[in-house]
């Protein structure tokens, strides 16, 4: 049976942050996730949680200037204090949020000269976060990013997302799949999930091109969760997409689904 979160950065953002966790919990969702929760105190966040019986499933390190169309933070040599800082504002929040898998994004790099260089770079402070959130019992998970939408990001593709993930071979590193992004790379993401489910530590998803809810676009959504539900993938799977209109509205395809596509703790 698959298990749905709501991306409460994505979702419901006609209301406050704090709001959206009850709006979530009155349409169906047992779980959450959040980008980026620093703006609010962890305190404040597991109030929502336990008000609402709703479980925290992921969120990110922090990534700089990574939104407003800078590098990011964890693959830029120059920035390797800052990231540690990251890291240690992120075990704080773990700690009482008690998340299932903590995202480390790549970031880019908009000098290719360079590129060697911050690849080393995210790789040894993939390393430390693998590290570091294994102390308290979370995985730590990263993602590709497809290059259209966000150009030079140095992992854009499920090639090199599994390159990665064998040259650093850490028991606590798994891969996030963002059926948006990669579907925007071209890739057949069904075919992945297929073949490396039991890679992956968190599942992504929104329809292509468009990145609004399924239906709004060319993927075929009924096969990729039946692929899902009867794979070895056994976490949750995120709804990180940007509803046409009212987000309540965009549920369609968990309002009508089958009881294997349904949400469940």
């Known amino acids: 049976?698959?298990?749905?979160?709501?991306?409460?950065?994505l979702l419901f953002t006609e209301l406050p942050l704090l709001e959206r966790f009850r709006a979530a919990k009155e349409c169906g969702f047992d779980a959450v996730e959040i980008q980026f929760p620093y703006d609010l105190p962890a305190e404040h966040i597991r109030a929502a949680l336990d008000e609402y019986n709703l479980k925290l499933v992921l969120f990110n390190v922090d990534a700089d200037n990574l939104l407003r169309g800078g590098e990011g933070l964890a693959a830029v040599p120059e920035k390797r204090v800052q990231f540690e800082a990251a890291v240690e504002q992120t075990l704080a929040y773990a700690r009482l949020l008690k998340p299932e898998a903590i995202n480390v994004l790549p970031g880019c790099c908009l000098n290719p000269q360079r590129l060697d260089e911050y690849l080393q770079a995210f790789k040894?402070?993939?390393?430390l976060a693998a590290d570091t959130f294994a102390g308290v019992g979370v995985t730590t998970v990263f993602e590709a990013v497809n290059s259209h939408d966000m150009?030079?990001?140095?992992v854009d593709g499920s090639p090199k997302m599994l390159s990665l993930l064998a040259e650093i071979n850490h028991p606590n590193l798994r891969l996030q799949y963002d059926v948006y992004h990669m579907s925007r790379m071209g890739e057949d993401c069904a075919a992945f999930l297929a073949r490396h489910a039991d890679k992956v530590g968190h599942i992504q998803f929104a329809d292509c091109p468009g990145r609004g809810q399924p239906g709004t676009g060319d993927v075929d959504f009924e096969q990729l969760f039946d692929l899902i539900a009867d794979s070895p993938y056994q976490g949750w799977v995120g709804a990180e997409y940007k509803p046409l209109g009212n987000t309540s509205e965009s549920l369609d395809w968990l309002k009508t689904g089958r009881a294997k596509l349904s949400v469940a703790l």
């Open 1 to 9: 049976m698959l298990r749905f979160t709501a991306n409460l950065s």
């Open 124 to 127: 040894t402070n993939l390393r």
């Open 151 to 154: 150009p030079g990001f140095i």
